[in-house]
């Protein structure tokens, strides 16, 4: 089994200090692009169907990194898809083992700690399609202003359609303090959250984004957490930040 990629510090010396089921104004892209992504399924009890609903990333062989809200209740009703692009179709299903929110999820404030290690039942295999993420070190920082990526499957509109091939879009990193004032009153955002958006709206993850990769270059440095609505030109979208966890992930996706 692989190890989890922690990017090396030299990479980063240059980094300086709702809708919680959330690629609005996106393109196709290819799963060679993104060979960390996987789809995130759920089994429903009332349909007895499986469908994607959120997203995950490659830690190694054998977990996966997603948001803690996509993984509550019993990881016998979740699995994930890695290596195609298409929604609900190809590439190789494995189910869920078990899946470890981090502590401080549900502990009121918000979805502060929306982040979850996800173990797998049966290992991935390494292609071009099928990849790990490279995490940042402990409490690095992405620059405001900074072009950041999602990638997903979600709903190109809110409310919408979710959509059937692998979109991404560019959008920019918001400071935290703005985010914070942006949001007062309507949604709690700590420090170990970031904040990304595009000045004219028109950009963002949406509805069945959630748990899929923030990307700084090659970094995964968030993923998708909650926002008011989808692409607004007020109000940014909001990504858990890997890098507060990056350690406690370390420590526990071996």
Known sequence: MSPVTVLALALLAGLASSAPNRIVGGWETTIEEWPFIVQSDSFSLWSGFWSQSCAANILNTKFVLSAAH????????????????????GGTLHQVDWYLNHPSYGQGLGLDGDISIVKLVTPLVYSSSVAQATIPIQDSKVPDGSA????????????????????????????????????????????????????????????????????????LVGVVSWGRGCASEIYPGVSTAVSPYSQWIVDNAV
């Open 148 to 219: 950041v990526k999602h990638a997903g499957w979600g709903t190109t509109s809110q409310g919408g359609v979710t959509n059937p091939e692998l979109l991404e879009t560019e959008i920019y990193v918001v400071n935290n303090k703005l985010c914070r004032e942006i949001y007062a009153g309507s949604g709690f955002v700590s420090e170990n959250m970031i904040c990304a958006m595009y000045p004219q709206g028109g950009r963002d993850a949406c509805q069945g984004d959630s748990g899929g990769p923030l990307t700084y270059g090659d970094v």
């Open 70 to 89: 996509c993984y509550e209740g019993s990881p016998t009703n979740r699995r994930i898809r890695a290596g195609s692009a298409s929604r609900n179709i």
